[in-house]
């Protein structure tokens, strides 16, 4: 659709002579990376992955994301992995923010543009390439998929943004809605990746407090978003953690939607141990 977009970092240097104005904060409860912190020297390299930077947004940390890791990976012509994840018991979520990749799932090929959304499961072999000209963006996240008893680990599957119809929460008159990339009553799936989107002038009326931690890059658009006890201005190319229970809202600014990639995790117990 023509109201979407999708921001992607361009990387590089500020000139010697701007001043430090930037708007990074990290606190107790939640964390704004804005968009001008992804810059080359803060990006890092990837064993068995080739023509390949990442911003690694989030990462398992005290006092940090406790159950996700967030990378906006850049790939250039030819670049890309056949052993992309270390790690077997890693699900992951895959969305494309600019150029073409082209995805590997066991022996199915899925080739993905900007909008594009791949799940992988646990266990799946998967490889990745950007085969067209330009560079080619991305967002992967992976957490440890945290398996029951009885049920049967999700499938993986590839959509878009473009396919999947946002559903408009109630009585908001369509000016907040969520793109729900899968069932949130499906007891498979322990995390969400969804689109959430504000038309101008939308807002959350209240201050979400909850048990999913949360990770939220801003694709497109700007608005001043209530966390914890501040009030923060947000930007396309922004990414924001909470913490579980850290208070939220927001109010959409500007002239066009105000669009957010939403990470969350989900039908499990709380675990009874820390660490």
């Given at each position: 659709?023509?109201?979407?977009?999708?921001?992607?970092?361009?990387?590089?240097?500020?000139?010697?002579?701007?001043?430090?104005?930037?708007?990074?904060?990290?606190?107790?409860?939640?964390?704004?990376?804005?968009?001008?912190?992804?810059?080359?020297?803060?990006?890092?390299?990837?064993?068995?992955?080739?023509?390949?930077?990442?911003?690694?947004?989030?990462?398992?940390?005290?006092?940090?994301?406790?159950?996700?890791?967030?990378?906006?990976?850049?790939?250039?012509?030819n670049g890309?992995?056949?052993?992309?994840?270390?790690?077997?018991?890693?699900?992951?979520?895959?969305?494309?923010v600019s150029?073409?990749?082209?995805?590997?799932?066991?022996?199915?090929?899925?080739?993905?543009?900007?909008?594009?959304?791949?799940?992988?499961?646990?266990?799946?072999?998967?490889?990745?390439?950007?085969?067209?000209?330009?560079?080619?963006?991305?967002?992967?996240?992976?957490?440890?998929?945290?398996?029951?008893?009885?049920?049967?680990?999700?499938?993986?599957?590839?959509?878009?943004?473009q396919a999947?119809?946002?559903?408009?929460?109630?009585?908001?008159?369509?000016?907040?809605?969520?793109?729900?990339?899968?069932?949130?009553?499906?007891?498979?799936?322990?995390?969400?990746?969804?689109?959430?989107?504000?038309?101008?002038?939308?807002?959350?009326?209240?201050?979400?407090?909850?048990?999913?931690?949360?990770?939220?890059?801003?694709?497109?658009?700007?608005?001043?978003?209530?966390?914890?006890?501040?009030?923060?201005?947000?930007?396309?190319?922004?990414?924001?953690?909470?913490?579980?229970?850290?208070?939220?809202?927001?109010?959409?600014?500007?002239?066009?939607?105000?669009?957010?990639?939403?990470?969350?995790?989900?039908?499990?117990?709380?675990?009874?141990?820390?660490?």
């Open positions: 659709m023509s109201d979407k977009s999708y921001y992607s970092p361009e990387g590089g240097l500020p000139a010697q002579t701007n001043l430090m104005t930037g708007r990074a904060i990290f606190t107790e409860a939640y964390a704004v990376i804005p968009k001008g912190v992804m810059r080359d020297i803060v990006t890092s390299a990837l064993p068995h992955w080739q023509g390949a930077r990442a911003w690694i947004l989030a990462r398992p940390l005290s006092g940090f994301a406790e159950t996700f890791a967030q990378y906006l990976v850049e790939l250039a012509p890309g992995s056949d052993m992309p994840e270390p790690d077997k018991g890693a699900e992951a979520v895959l969305f494309v150029g073409e990749i082209t995805l590997t799932l066991g022996t199915k090929i899925h080739v993905m543009s900007a909008g594009g959304y791949a799940y992988i499961p646990p266990a799946q072999a998967w490889s990745l390439r950007n085969k067209g000209d330009v560079a080619a963006s991305f967002h992967w996240i992976r957490k440890a998929y945290e398996p029951v008893n009885g049920i049967d680990a999700p499938d993986a599957f590839v959509t878009s943004d999947v119809e946002a559903v408009a929460m109630p009585d908001t008159d369509g000016r907040w809605a969520t793109t729900r990339f899968t069932d949130a009553s499906d007891m498979r799936h322990d995390m969400q990746v969804n689109i959430v989107t504000f038309q101008p002038g939308g807002v959350i009326p209240f201050e979400e407090t909850h048990v999913m931690e949360h990770g939220l890059y801003v694709l497109q658009g700007k608005a001043v978003y209530k966390l914890n006890r501040d009030w923060v201005e947000v930007e396309a190319g922004d990414f924001m953690w909470l913490r579980a229970y850290c208070p939220q809202a927001c109010y959409a600014a500007g002239s066009e939607p105000f669009r957010y990639l939403l990470y969350k995790d989900m039908n499990r117990h709380p675990s009874l141990r820390l660490g």
